[in-house]
């Protein structure tokens, strides 16, 4: 009676039976955006009529942190240098590592540190942190498990390597889901007022010549104001700041985007500063002004013409 040989045992495992290639989309889930952070450029204007560039902005206090939002009662606003601030969406665990590299770099805000650095340094910093930061988490996620890391991952696999193994960890790199965050790097040096935006690749986007930015789930409804009142980094200091109050609070009909706004402003002369009086008065002009256009939009549509009946 013919009896067929065992099979011979192989290195690697079978891919039909079990695979060790980590599975990271259920490790590392992507979350719809929530919050929203808004920057602009502006002009101010000193007693001798002397203009010279700000930065003013706002955000609200939602954040992201593994499957959990929430609004805690304390501000986003990250503070890099003296002059220079990081407004963040999205994982809150990846973007407070990534900072907390970033300030080590430039030192921290204090009394004893008021150097001005470039604020496009630090965006590429920021960017490059971001970067090497993921690349730690997949690194630890996916290749370690498996007996790899980075530096022996480059070198190649061994000569008995099956090519279904091979294509099995292109596919988990294709198919890599790491949390969103986007960043916004706001300040002011010695050439001016500067905008960059930082994506989830860590690539960094300057917007100085538009003059503002936004990111965020209320991001297009933010930039829609800005858009709407034709903005430009000339503007004046009080228009801007009213605009950028106008901006977040419009933005709060998007799903994700807190009640609370914490505003603030840079310039070369004062550095970074909170402004708390000046909100509640903004407020109260909002307020106003939408009372005043509800009734303005009624009498206006009795001016338009029966067209059904």
């Given amino acids: ?17 079990w695979s060790p290639i980590p599975k990271i989309s259920r490790r590392l889930p992507r979350r ?26 706002a955000s609200d206090r939602m954040i992201t942190a593994g ?9 986003k606003i990250s503070r890099i240098t003296t002059y220079t601030v990081a407004l963040s969406s999205g994982d809150v665990p990846i973007q407070a590592e990534v900072l907390n590299r970033t300030c080590s770099q430039f030192g921290r805000v204090s009394a004893d540190n008021p150097d001005i650095y470039s ?3 630090i965006a590429d910093a920021y960017g490059r942190n971001l970067v090497d930061y993921k690349s730690q988490i997949i690194e630890r996620t996916i290749l370690r498990p498996i007996g790899f890391t980075w530096q022996t991952y480059r070198k190649g696999y ?9 294509k099995a960890i292109m596919r988990v790199f294709q198919d890599i889901d790491l949390p969103e965050t986007d960043t916004i ?16 690749n860590g690539y960094s986007s300057r917007l100085d010549s538009i003059g503002f930015a936004s990111i965020g789930a209320g991001e297009s409804h933010a930039k829609s104001q800005f858009m709407f009142e034709r903005h430009t980094p000339s503007k004046s200091a009080e228009d801007t700041l009213f605009l950028t109050y106008l901006a977040k609070r419009r933005a709060e009909v998007a799903q994700g985007v807190g009640k609370e706004t914490d505003l603030f402003y840079i310039s070369l002369k004062e550095g970074y ?15 106003s002004i939408i009372r005043i256009t509800d009734r303005e939009i009624v009498k206006l549509k009795t ?6 009946k």
Avoid at 189 to 196: K, N, Q, R, S, V
Avoid at 273 to 285: M, R, S, T
Wanted: net charge negative.
């Fill in 273 to 287: 500063v909170d402004l708390v009086e000046e909100q509640n008065a903004l407020e109260k002009v909002y307020e």
């Fill in 185 to 200: 790097i706001a300040g002011v040096d010695e050439t001016g007022a500067h905008l960059f935006v930082i994506d989830a």
């Fill in 32 to 57: 719809n955006a929530v919050t929203v952070c808004i920057a602009a450029m502006a002009m101010g204007l000193t007693k001798d009529n002397k203009e010279y560039p700000l930065i003013i902005g």
């Fill in 158 to 166: 061994p000569d008995e390597t099956p090519s279904w193994f091979k």
């Fill in 1 to 17: 009676m013919f009896r067929p040989k065992p099979p011979i045992p192989h290195p690697w495992p079978s891919p039909w039976r």
């Fill in 67 to 75: 499957n959990i939002e929430y609004e805690p009662p304390r501000s």
């Fill in 303 to 308: 001016l338009i013409p029966k067209i059904f």
């Fill in 119 to 121: 604020v496009e340094e």
